[in-house]
């Protein structure tokens, strides 16, 4: 099975940065591309970022400038680097892994325990 972890989050003013860090363990064959979602309150969950194992990277529109999406394949893990936060981006941010566990299976996708992230006005 693959875990991801997620750390970081947290209350910050408009205009502040934060970083949220994903690391993924378990046994697993590949990790196709690993990003962020978020959801809002009463909204759908949508994607914020993504990045390929090498190394190409998808931003959504909303964060293109602001965030910055980093990936390390030796150590499983993917960084999201929030800058010049606005209170719509406050929601929960979920890592997300899309990958084999074994070689002959289909990609599956695989969710973090998700983490608040608060931007005050």
């Known amino acids: 099975q693959v875990q991801l972890v997620q750390s970081g989050g947290g209350l910050v003013q408009a205009g502040g940065s934060l970083r949220l860090s994903c690391a993924a363990s378990g046994s697993f064959f590949s990790l196709n591309v690993m990003g962020w979602y978020r959801q809002a309150p009463g909204k759908p969950r949508d994607l914020v970022a993504s990045i390929t194992s090498g190394g190409s990277a998808n931003l959504a529109d909303s964060v293109k400038g602001r965030f910055t999406i980093s990936r390390d394949n030796a150590k499983n893990m993917v960084d999201l680097q929030m800058n010049s936060l606005k209170p719509e981006d406050t929601a929960v941010y979920y890592c997300?892994?899309?990958?084999?566990?074994?070689?002959?299976?289909?990609?599956?996708?695989?969710w973090g325990q998700g983490t608040q992230v608060t931007v005050s006005s």
């Open positions: 997300y892994a899309n990958g084999r566990k074994y070689s002959f299976q289909l990609p599956a996708d695989y």
